[in-house]
């Protein structure tokens, strides 16, 4: 494996300057990440005859139409960190030719490589290439893209390779901007920026129900009053705790980040744009796998509710306007962050899977961690009828994929 030559040559003469503020959850994330590197990844796999020529030039097209792609993290501006536009660094593109690339390993590399938040640009790709099919990873630093933005840059790059010329797109404000939030200002020194150090390297994997399972879940889902999130959460705590005694012990926590991108009036713009809520299962209980279900759709009803987003942009903000410390900034996401399972679900593809000569055949995201000591990544997304779960940990529970595809069949007869 090597760094392609092609990401070397320049896109345009050199020229950077600061683009905006970071909002309150841009900036948490850029401390956390001076701890454990934030990371976010998907690792999409298309059918097609391609060249790494094409792909590169996709990219490089979406590197125009997205601001933040082609950004850094300053942070000696003042105490306020800025994104800075540098032109001059195309997004790293890694070639793999092997047959026998696995993408799960090339994801856990991914997320476990940190970036220099000061260096841009805060994107990486990776094209493990055959002629007719590859499988192509983009992974990117957490405080400029979240899951449901890496789902549109894909597109953007499918659309890209299959000759669709793409428009330039304007930088969204910040999220807390967009929902009315006072933005901050500082006259103190900026801080020293570092990248995080590796870890254990992490533990990914993926299952895909067929067409006909997913219908069926969608279809009990709908007679049990249920969303297909919470029937996931469902059996998620059902097949997690036939396995570990901790879970079983005690309460488990899963904490849900929620897309609040059509609250904040946003489309196709690259963010973080995401809110969340958490549920908390007592252990011992004797709820049956629907009881479970209605139990987690009740305890996640009010996640994109003004009232809630609004509370958490102000407890977020508050916190860093005190001028967070990198170890206070820690602190705060062991208490915040500290649920056994992070489950990300981004819903049905926003977009056909056909684009021109390409199919895009299956799609595994997102996969992500926090630096929570023991913590479980789940990601859903649903891609031509399917559903695709992925399972991210660096102390992952053995089993627990195929647990939960079992207790989703036997929930719902298939």
């Not at 705790?241 to 946003?266: C, F």
């Not at 023991?374 to 992952?396: D, F, I, K, R």
Request: aromatic share 6%; proline share 6%.
């Amino acid at each position: 494996m090597s760094w392609t030559s092609l990401e070397l040559q320049p896109l345009a003469l050199l020229s950077s300057d600061l683009l905006r503020p970071l909002g309150a959850f841009e900036e948490l994330f850029c401390l956390f990440d001076q701890h454990f590197p934030t990371n976010g990844a998907l690792a999409a796999q298309i059918t097609g005859h391609t060249t790494v020529r094409q792909w590169r030039d996709a990219l490089d097209a979406v590197q125009q139409r997205h601001p933040l792609l082609s950004a850094c993290i300053d942070t000696t501006f003042n105490r306020v960190t800025h994104f800075r536009r540098v032109t001059s660094r195309r997004i790293p593109l890694r070639v793999v030719t092997s047959p026998f690339a696995q993408w799960e390993q090339e994801v856990a590399e991914e997320i476990n490589a940190p970036f220099t938040p000061d260096q841009a640009p805060l994107f990486r790709a990776v094209l493990l290439h055959q002629e007719t099919h590859c499988t192509f990873i983009l992974s990117s630093h957490h405080a400029v893209c979240d899951g449901s933005s890496r789902i549109y840059l894909l597109r953007d790059v499918l659309l890209a390779l299959s000759g669709h010329a793409l428009d330039a797109l304007l930088l969204a404000p910040s999220r807390e901007i967009l929902f009315g939030a006072q933005q901050r200002t500082s006259t103190e020194p900026g801080l020293p920026s570092f990248a995080a150090q590796r870890h254990l390297m992490p533990h990914v994997e993926g299952i895909k129900l067929t067409p006909e399972q997913t219908t069926a879940l969608q279809r009990r889902a709908r007679e049990e009053g249920v969303t297909i999130h919470a029937a996931i959460s469902a059996a998620l705590t059902i097949a997690g705790r036939a396995i570990d005694e901790n879970w079983r012990n005690n309460p488990l926590r899963i904490l849900s980040p929620a897309e609040i991108r059509d609250i904040l009036g946003l489309q196709d713009q690259c963010m973080v744009s995401f809110g969340g809520g958490e549920i908390s299962v007592a252990p011992g209980g004797s709820m049956t796998f629907w009881e479970l279900a209605r139990f987690a759709k009740h305890g996640l009803s009010t996640v994109k509710s003004t009232e809630n987003i609004s509370g958490m942009i102000d407890l977020q903000s508050t916190a860093v306007c005190s001028n967070l410390s990198v170890e206070q900034a820690l602190e705060l996401k062991r208490n915040a962050l500290n649920a056994q399972v992070m489950f990300s679900n981004l819903g049905r593809l926003p977009f056909d899977s056909t684009f021109g000569p390409l199919q895009l055949e299956t799609l595994w995201a997102p996969c992500a961690l926090c630096g929570i000591e023991g913590e479980q990544t789940l990601g859903a997304v649903t891609v031509n009828g399917s559903l695709h779960l992925t399972h991210t940990s660096p102390a992952p529970i053995p089993g627990l994929l195929a647990g939960m595809e079992e207790e989703l069949r036997k929930a719902c007869a298939i």
